[in-house]
Nanobody
Framework: QVQLVESGGGLVQAGGSLRLSCAAS????????MGWFRQAPGKERAFVAS????????DFADSVKGRFTISRDNAKKTVYLQMSSLKPEDTAVYYC?????????????????WGQGTQVTVSS
């Protein structure tokens, strides 16, 4: 079982940057594919990015491609989401998630474990 705790959210001006972290408990973090999702007010939770077990493969939603990067440190049991050139439409609660499945990573139902979320607010 994996427990996930996000941190690093906050208020930032448009054009700014933030780095989110997601710390995992458990001994087998490196077995899990990790993902980031976000949920804006009144909207469904949506895929942002995913990263393979080794970190060698990543995927991004079109809306964040070129602005966000995802990385992981298996020794620290942590996954990161570096967000740059932030826009007001990036405002959302950001969640990290973990799955043992290496496929369908853009789907919420693929993921077995979720963090509690961290708020990101981008002001214009």
């Amino acid at each position: 079982q994996v427990q996930l705790v996000e941190s690093g959210g906050g208020l930032v001006q448009a054009g700014g940057s933030l780095r989110l972290s997601c710390a995992a408990s458990g001994r087998t973090f490196s077995n899990y594919v990790m993902g980031w999702f976000r949920q804006a007010p009144g909207k469904e939770r949506a895929f942002v990015a995913s990263i393979s077990r080794s970190g060698g493969s990543t995927d991004f939603a079109d809306s964040v491609k070129g602005r966000f990067t995802i990385s992981r440190d298996n020794a620290k049991k942590t996954v990161y989401l570096q967000m740059s050139s932030l826009k007001p439409e990036d405002t959302a609660v950001y969640y990290c998630a973990a799955t043992l499945k290496p496929y369908d990573l853009r789907w919420l139902v693929t993921y077995d474990y979720w963090g509690q979320g961290t708020q990101v607010t981008v002001s214009s």
